[in-house]
């Protein structure tokens, strides 16, 4: 079977996500697309993510839970967790490696959890896009140890990414796939022209979504023969399909 999706999504959790991002009004809208799957991945935090997978779970959109960290490199990374409890466990990794910086809503947005009904539970007092105090194979370790999903976010990207802070993957580096972001055409190769080094990877493809109109612009096909958490690491393994 093949499965549409779309792995790199932000909430208003996220402080440059727009206010109208909240959990169900991102599974409308992934549904409303057409897609089978999507991650929830906010900066540096997790807080989001359960109340969308169970948002999701009711229309029948497989949500996983994740988020998008900011390692000591300054290079983001997506990282998905198997489970709500490990979820927990990853939380938890993300608060102890916080580097406290206190955010300005003004200048970078809220940092909000709500739940099913979008009502405001907290807000988030440290600002989220900071990197933490954890270096890239640290967190790629931890990632594995709770049977996660490790991927490295957006190497295409001039800032934030593999190809931007390093230029170059460390040998040590392992991971279920790489993305590439929606301004990378995969028919047109520049980037893997240009870079060659990364063109012997898996890649899947996300939107990197920060508003609702943005959420499936493009996406990933994947093929797995029914959804599950450990068929979709397999999936990746074998990269996507088809980009669209």
Avoid at 61 to 73: C, R, S, Y
Avoid at 159 to 187: D, I, W
Wanted: glycine share 6%; proline share 4%; charged share 25%.
């Amino acid at each position: 079977m093949q499965f549409r999706a779309d792995m790199h999504i932000h909430s208003v959790l996220s402080p440059c996500g727009d206010i109208e991002m909240s959990p169900s009004a991102i599974v409308a809208q992934a549904k409303a697309k057409g897609l089978d799957i999507i991650g929830l991945t906010d900066h540096n935090s997790t807080l989001n993510a359960d109340v969308t997978r169970r948002i999701g779970e009711k229309v029948g959109l497989h949500v996983l839970m994740g988020a998008e960290v900011t390692t000591k490199e300054e290079v983001h990374c997506l990282g998905f967790m198997p489970t709500v409890e490990k979820l927990a466990e990853f939380q938890a990794f993300l608060d102890s490696r916080v580097i406290f910086f206190e955010n300005d809503v003004d200048k970078f947005g809220y940092q909000l959890v709500v739940d099913e009904d979008e009502n405001v539970l907290d807000e988030v007092p440290h600002l989220l896009i900071n990197a933490l105090d954890l270096p890239m194979l640290e967190f790629q370790k931890k990632v594995y140890e709770l049977g996660g999903i490790f991927i490295p976010a957006h190497i295409d990207r001039p800032t934030f990414s593999l190809s931007s802070q390093l230029g170059f993957v460390p040998s040590g580096l392992k991971f279920h796939a790489m993305e590439l972001s929606y301004y990378c055409k995969r028919n047109n190769y520049k980037f893997l022209d240009d870079c060659p080094w990364f063109s012997d990877f898996n890649f899947i493809q996300s939107s990197d979504a920060h508003y609702v109109e943005d959420i499936g612009k493009i996406y990933s096909v994947l093929e797995m023969p029914s959804f599950s958490f450990e068929n979709f690491k397999d999936a990746l393994r074998q990269g996507e399909q088809v980009i669209l």
